[in-house]
């Protein structure tokens, strides 16, 4: 099992587990957290967009180009941001923590 916390934009903490291999937005979104994730890893969306802890930024393998070229899209985005569906936990990310960005969907007005 890897642990991972999410931290959501209005300030929850919630303890998440997965399995070596399985994509951080899955994870999330078996947590219960809103993380759309509407092009289901295709990296064509950005609506899976995570902020990572600092501390376990650098710990992750590097994003590809395309991931990079996604986040420029996406709201929010700072320098530890991730495309979740592109971030697969491994046994060495136990303890990952996670935020989410306060530009979730439930924040828009209706
Ligand atoms: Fe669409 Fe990650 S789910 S980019």
Redesign the pocket.
């Known amino acids: 099992m890897v642990r991972v916390t999410f931290l959501t934009a209005d300030g929850r903490s919630v303890a998440a587990e997965g399995e070596a291999g399985q994509a951080l937005?899955e994870v999330g979104q078996n947590a219960g957290l809103p993380l759309e994730?509407?092009?289901?890893?295709?990296?064509?969306?950005?609506?899976?967009h995570v902020i990572v802890s600092p501390e376990w930024f650098d710990r992750l393998p590097d994003a590809s180009d395309d991931e990079e070229d996604?986040l420029d899209l996406a709201a929010g985005v700072t320098r530890t941001s991730r495309?979740?569906?592109?971030v697969l936990l491994e046994a060495g990310l136990d303890g990952l923590e996670v935020r989410l960005p306060a530009e979730a969907r439930d924040m828009q007005p209706r």
């Open positions: 937005l994730g509407t092009c289901e890893g295709q990296m064509a969306c950005s609506t899976c996604m495309l979740s569906c592109q």
